[in-house]
């Protein structure tokens, strides 16, 4: 039996009609498939940990990134040790994962789900005061977490509300102090922002580590520290073409296991939510996860 889980709030709220539309595809193969529709945020990782998942041969998640955090952490929080393999069909707004795959529309997607591919997917195991928190795509911390929260406020402006957010905390240019650790290299002082991507791409399409790989067995740090103003303009231009890689101001470290300690608490980026704080510690977990290419 197929599991479909659909956030019918996704992107621009295509999920619905996409997963009607798979449905009567997979049925058409004699496929048998189970239906479940998101009813708040939060719900596919209540749903998933709870759920006996012996008779699932494959999980579709009809939805975005966020929706794909949703249904890792459920996964990982379920105690079976029988997990089905996992595919995302591209119907966020971002699709970062997907873009990695190259897999950009729902008939490519479709044609990948039904062939049934299955390598490995690392993930970031997120330790904090309170909770534990599993991510996928990237871990930020400064600069790129502020406007990711911006962002979200803005959502009336539509698209365009990412780069009106990135230029006002730009001109901002806020530091923050911080200790962090990126396996045995240590670094205290202040920092602009810190970004640990087990996927090469994040948000809409940017390739924000290049020839990062998500099932190496390592995650791709990116450190700023402490710049200029017109520094940090002339480096965010560059993040939708990958050349930011080739900037003096920018540190890449190959890790497995990342650390940061605040004097206070500090929001902290997962997946594209803003959800977690600092301080904490973040592991690798190796081929946690069977994914459908």
């Given at each position: 039996m197929i599991l479909l889980l659909v956030n019918p709030v996704s992107g621009n709220r295509t999920s619905r009609s996409v997963a009607e539309k798979l449905e009567q595809e997979l049925h058409k193969i004699n496929e048998v498939v189970e239906v479940v529709f998101s009813q708040h945020s939060g719900y596919f990782i209540g749903c998933l940990k709870e759920k006996e998942l012996k008779s699932y041969s494959k999980i579709g998640?009809?939805?975005?990134?966020?929706?794909?955090?949703?249904?890792?952490?459920?996964?990982?929080?379920?105690p079976s040790s029988a997990k089905p393999p996992v595919f995302l069909f591209?119907?966020?707004?971002?699709?970062?994962?997907?873009?990695?795959?190259?897999?950009?529309t729902v008939e490519t997607a479709l044609e990948h789900f039904v062939k049934g591919a299955v390598t490995r997917l690392d993930l970031l195991k997120i330790t904090m005061k309170r909770e534990v928190i599993y991510s996928f795509n990237i871990l930020g911390f400064g600069l790129v977490t502020a406007i990711n929260r911006t962002a979200e406020k803005w959502r009336w402006m539509g698209?365009?509300?990412?780069?009106?957010?990135?230029?006002?905390?730009?001109?901002?240019?806020?530091?923050?102090?911080?200790?962090?650790?990126?396996?045995?290299?240590?670094?205290?002082?202040?920092?602009?922002?810190?970004?640990?991507?087990?996927?090469?791409?994040?948000?809409?399409?940017?390739?924000?580590?290049?020839?990062?790989?998500?099932?190496?067995?390592?995650?791709?740090?990116?450190?700023?520290?402490?710049?200029?103003?017109?520094q940090l303009l002339r480096l965010f231009p560059l993040i939708f073409s990958g050349k930011h890689i080739y900037s003096p101001?920018?540190?890449?470290?190959?890790?497995?296991?990342?650390?940061?300690?605040?004097?206070?608490?500090?929001?902290?980026?997962?997946?594209?939510?803003?959800?977690?704080?600092?301080?904490?510690q973040a592991e690798l977990m190796v081929g946690a996860l069977e994914l459908i290419v």
């Open positions: 998640v009809v939805g975005g990134d966020g929706t794909f955090h949703e249904v890792v952490n459920g996964l990982m929080l379920n591209p119907c966020g707004s971002g699709n970062a994962l997907c873009h990695d795959l190259a897999i950009l698209d365009s509300r990412y780069t009106l957010a990135s230029i006002y905390h730009l001109l901002r240019n806020k530091s923050h102090t911080a200790k962090l650790k990126v396996d045995a290299v240590s670094y205290s002082g202040q920092l602009c922002f810190v970004l640990a991507c087990n996927t090469e791409h994040t948000g809409k399409g940017m390739r924000m580590a290049p020839g990062s790989v998500m099932n190496d067995g390592l995650v791709d740090v990116l450190i700023v520290k402490e710049v200029s103003v017109l101001l920018l540190q890449i470290v190959k890790a497995k296991r990342i650390e940061i300690e605040t004097p206070a608490p500090q929001a902290i980026n997962i997946d594209g939510e803003i959800k977690g704080s600092t301080s904490y």
